[in-house]
């Protein structure tokens, strides 16, 4: 049976589309059939971070409105053929599709696609509705700070309320030498308040930023970065194999540092 | 009580009670059967968002509380003077079977709500609008207490004519109100509220007391500004200068008579 995950946060601007183009690309690469949804209508982006937009046609709404086939929209990835998009309009808002016409949709796609992953538009709104109308499983992307995880909470709230219960944590944009520093919260603070099993870190890199910018998904470069090497484990946990988290502790750059942390003993 | 720390007190708020006169979605046993007690009608919702609010509370206290439920224990529906069609009757059926529980009857003012009803194939016992299903509950006495196992997320708001016991985790951006007591058998984050109808000799405990806010009848207090190095069962009351905090083992009802 295939696997519907909705990629979700609350607030915006966390990482769910970088999130859901690198996983969808990893699984694929993996020998999965998988698509991804765009269900962020009327601010899409997913088809930018895959760099697939100039080759959309027809949209989700177009779908619904009995306008072209289903699989006219699904845009197939240029690298690996495993992967399709399922692109969601530009010109349309979020009260265009009912969450009715989504599950029907994602229904579907079940029938050609072993994964299914859904990117959910930030807020709790229709939007939110319609993306985890069809959702059995939830991947919760948060980054460590206090506002993003009060909103994570909220939306690990609304999941329950939805009979969503298999939940997943992935925290994002970690930078290991400030949580040293007691600058930034811990991956335990995090889960601490969340209290849901943990998928993976990824660790802030400046190479996400590039890889969003060329429409290239991290994990197809081939020289991986400990961001790609990360989402690269995040599947293979998500497909249930057990893989250590990686050893995110700052790189000890100067003897100073070495000794400082030699005298506060070993921090958990 | 030999360390109570001294939480900031915050100007007095405006009388509570109004935030409890608002009722919830609430369960109550009653002679081997479980009475599913809906809030009534408030005018200023539109009806999608105020089914969309009664929703998820249900589904927040099945959640919460399924373990407490034997199988197929029967449960009638006292839907007062909500509206809820036949989709929003099967749907509340629906959520009440995956509990294992099993809606057996519908009580209603509603004319339309009753023949939903009705036509869904449940019992259906429609009052007259004049017996006010809410006057047993206008006495006194306090509701009996509300205990539920989960964790408390943010944006959810519990609140209950009557001690709420939480075993789980009350998380920053929630808030609990209770006439009576608030017991956490978890870490207090977020808002807590005891005494909510003015009763200051309510308590509020915590195994582990970091609220955004405590308040218990018209006073309020924030947590102490630097977080304390290590966490002990706590209680919070209502003394001659304010809330204040103690250790739990530290606390005696004598305290509150000095």
């Not at chain 1, 601007?13 to 699984?27: P, R």
């Not at chain 1, 100039?54 to 409105?65: F, P, S």
């Not at chain 2, 009670?17 to 059967?33: A, C, H, I, L, N």
């Not at chain 2, 057996?104 to 429609?126: I, L």
Request: aromatic share 4%.
């Amino acid at each position: 049976m295939s696997r519907i995950i909705v990629v979700t946060s609350g607030k915006g601007g966390v990482g769910k589309t970088t999130t859901t183009a690198n996983l969808g690309m990893a699984l694929a690469q993996r020998g999965h059939k998988v698509a991804v949804v765009d269900a962020d209508f009327g601010l899409r982006n997913l088809d930018l971070l895959l760099g697939l937009e100039n080759r959309i046609v027809y949209t989700a709404v177009e779908v619904l409105a009995g306008e072209c086939r289903l699989d006219q929209a699904l845009v197939r990835d240029k690298r690996q053929p495993n992967l399709a998009l399922l692109p969601a309009a530009q010109n349309r808002t979020k009260d265009a599709v009912t969450p009715d016409q989504m599950k029907r949709l994602v229904a579907a796609l079940t029938k050609a696609f072993h994964y299914i992953l859904i990117d959910c538009p930030a807020g709790i709104e229709m939007g939110f509705q319609n993306a985890i109308a069809s959702a059995r499983e939830a991947i919760i992307v948060t980054t460590p700070e206090v506002a993003a995880v009060r909103d994570a909470d909220r939306v690990v709230g609304l999941l329950e309320a939805n009979d969503v219960k298999r939940m997943y944590l992935i925290i994002n944009r970690l930078r290991p030498a400030m949580v040293e520093q007691d600058m930034m919260m811990s991956v335990k603070d995090v889960q601490d308040i969340l209290a849901i099993p943990l998928l993976g870190v990824v660790p802030d890199d400046e190479r996400v930023i590039v890889s969003t910018n060329r429409g290239e998904p991290l994990v197809l470069a081939e020289n991986p970065s400990s961001a790609a090497t990360a989402f690269s484990n995040i599947v293979r946990r998500l497909e249930g194999e057990k893989v250590p988290f990686m050893d995110l502790s700052a790189p000890p750059d100067d003897f100073f540092s070495r000794i400082r942390r030699f005298f506060q003993g070993h921090k958990p | 009580m030999t360390d109570p720390s001294v939480p900031t007190p915050v100007t007095s708020i405006p009388h509570a009670t109004e935030s409890v006169s608002v009722p919830q979605v609430r369960f109550r046993g009653e002679g081997g059967k479980l009475l599913l007690l809906l809030p009534p009608e408030r005018e200023t919702a539109t009806p999608t968002a105020a089914w969309t609010d009664l929703w998820q509370q249900l589904k927040q206290r099945l959640n919460a509380a399924e373990r407490f439920w034997q199988a197929n224990t029967p449960v009638h529906l006292i839907a007062r003077d909500r509206l809820l069609d036949a989709r929003q009757l099967q749907a509340i059926a629906d959520a009440l079977t995956d509990a294992q529980l099993q809606l057996k009857r519908v009580h209603t003012t509603r004319r339309q709500t009753a023949v939903a009803a009705a036509t869904a194939g449940f019992s259906v016992e429609q009052q007259p609008p004049i017996v006010h299903l809410n006057q047993e509950e206008s006495g006194q006495a306090l509701a009996e207490p509300l205990y539920i196992e989960t964790t408390v997320r943010s944006g959810v708001e519990i609140r209950h004519p009557g001690t709420v016991i939480v075993l789980g985790d009350v998380n920053p951006g929630s808030s609990i109100v209770a006439d009576g007591d608030v017991l956490v058998w978890g870490a207090l984050r977020g808002v807590a509220q005891a005494g909510a109808a003015g009763n200051s000799r309510c308590l509020i405990l915590a195994l582990r007391m970091e609220p955004t806010q405590i308040r218990i009848a018209d006073f309020v207090a924030r947590a102490p500004q630097t977080p304390p190095d290590q966490y002990w069962p706590e209680v919070a009351y209502v003394t001659g200068d304010g809330i204040r905090i103690a250790k739990a083992s530290d606390f005696s009802r004598e305290a509150l008579l000095e």
